[in-house]
């Protein structure tokens, strides 16, 4: 058996370790493009940031721009999700490239069974392979080896291309982008890419890593773009900040655990005026937080 099998055997072990069974899915609408659910996808976490797998739906209140909802759909199992995993592959990340590619490598081999993906790279240029979303793992990890370097970073466009591949996709959908600096030549701006997110209901996570590297005349230390922070808040998804590259493979590997182990939570809403309304998530038992999309856009009647 190779070196790349065993890791992936591995991975599936953990993987099916650190999360419950993945339960049959239960037939409840999802709010999307009209439909009757607002479903929201929530991590939560100890005070020592450890995830907490065994809450009830009475552990949580859900409010609607301030307003308490009935909680209509709780769920505790894992669903399949369709990713896109998107490095930067700019001419600052060519030192530690092989270490990001590695912690890529610890996400999509702790990819289960019905969870799909397709990686790419950004640069002065954006691609995204291979076609279509696939849960092959080793043809996955075989992609991350084609991805081509470039210049300058084009961070929100990549997220944007991200979020195009992704619309016609049912289902729970999310985006894990890396970086190590600065937006430098992208055509859209953070906030539309962020407005483009909370209307089709896309989870952003982001990665935003520190590196020095030499810019042909002196050493520099790059700075993740703040965008980053607000990309993953407002969606749901997590925001983690490095300043060491081996860190990536843990936190490649706590991000896909985060995904495999959220709640579902869903309530009927009961205002349909088209409008951005607020979303919050609140836990009953102290000594806990819970992370959530922070918005959403409500149905409008024909």
Known sequence: MST?????????????????????????????????????????????????PDLTREDFTVFDDGNPQE?????????PITVVVMLDTSISTTNVMDRIMGGAEQFLIRMLPGDRARVGAFNDK???????FIGDRDLLIGELDGLDFGNDTRLHDAVAASLNSLQDIEGRRVILVLT?????ASRIGWRDVLRQ???????????????????GARNRRTSPDRSLRRLAEETGGGYF?????????????????ELHSQYVLGFTPTVRDG?????????????????ARRSYVAPSDP
């Open 4 to 52: 790349r099998s065993l890791l992936l055997a591995a991975g599936v072990v953990l993987a099916m370790s650190a999360v419950p069974l993945i339960g049959q899915d239960q037939e409840q609408p999802l709010f999307r493009s009209g439909t009757e659910l607002v479903d929201l996808f929530v991590t939560v976490t100890d005070g020592n940031g450890r995830l907490v």
């Open 197 to 215: 997110a909370v209307a089709e209901e896309v989870m952003i996570y982001s990665i935003g890593l520190e590196v020095e590297y030499f810019d």
């Open 71 to 79: 909680i209509v759909l709780f769920e505790n199992t894992v669903r």
């Open 275 to 291: 409008e951005t309304h607020e979303l919050a998530v609140r836990l009953k038992q102290r000594g806990m937080s819970a992370r």
């Open 126 to 132: 954006i691609e995204i392979v291979p076609p279509e």
């Open 241 to 257: 900040e490095l300043r060491e590259t081996d860190e990536l493979g843990a936190t490649f590997t706590r991000v896909s655990q």
């Open 180 to 184: 190590d600096g600065q937006d430098s």
